[in-house]
């Protein structure tokens, strides 16, 4: 398998060890480079159950698409890369199933979030303050809207909600004010270092500029893709599509994203014992999961000193139940 340069996956060990335990169809509905996807397949084939296996990659970047590819190549006839939003995850393994005449029900799923090293390094794609490029921040380059858009045509108001809600930014409303202000002098905003410039020229004495500055890029990034929106209805979906005992693994990089997580996972496992003062033998529903990581499992210091992606991840895994079975196995 091609050496992968392009994003060194977190937590890869752990997640094959949740994920992997029998021949089965496997989803990555973040694909980037094919690291994890690779990992599946590898575990796959020398557990022996590659045969009757099929891992659907998903990517809504074609530049991860076509690393992907190259990484999987040696087990491309196990592997269907498909370019999507993984908040299509339900139809994407419907429509790869019929073709195949497989049953939709999948053994273990994927989440990984957020942009790879590769979007983050590449200065043209925009993502980051420390390289100059333009303020795009699309993963799927043909989508309508890039943080360009957003940042010149926003108003006011609407730019400070965007830093507060997706960035968690304390000065949201000053920023806002000074690009706002700025547009008005000189016209609209081209590239990643002017508006870098901009929230470096309001920064007080005490202000960590960088963690500013990386608040504000992440707003913009969550806005132009639609990060949280999409995530929630994604985890509800790929629930829905496992099948009794299937798994689904998700890491997230920040709060914003573990919280929704966290919340959708806790409401899918919740029981409901009926009124309280009632013992019951069985809760009246069962939850349609149960929580394999009672708290999120993060990267050793081992992995997090070799690769700093790793200090933020946090894992969370999940089991499903079977339809008014037992939640035991
Ligand atoms: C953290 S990287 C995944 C890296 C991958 N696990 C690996 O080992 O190479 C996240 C990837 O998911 C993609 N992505 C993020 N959100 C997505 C979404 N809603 N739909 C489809 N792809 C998405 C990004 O384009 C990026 O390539």
Redesign the pocket.
Known sequence: MAQ?T?????L?DEIVAFLVRKPGIYV???????????AFLRALHQAGYIEGSLLIG????DA?LMQ?ADTLREFEPFTVLVK????EISSVIESVCSKRNLAPKVSGI?L?????S??IDSAERGFSYLRNGPLDMR??STAPFSAAEIVNTSAERELATIFYRYGEEPRSRAISRAIVAYRQKHGPISDTEELAGIIRSIAYGGDNVIKTLSRVFQALRIAV?R?LD??RE?LCDGIESLEDHGRMAV?SYHSLEDRIVKTVFADQAREDWGPKGVALREPLKRGSIKLITRKPLVASAGETASNSRARSAKLRVIEKNPAGGSSEH
């Open positions: 992968n392009f994003h060194v996956p977190v890869a990555d509905g973040t694909l980037g480079g094919g690291g994890h996807s690779g998903i990517d809504q970047d991860a992907a999507a939003n993984f908040e994927l990984d979030l957020g942009v790879s590769f979007q993963m799927d893709n990060e999409v995530l994604a890491i």
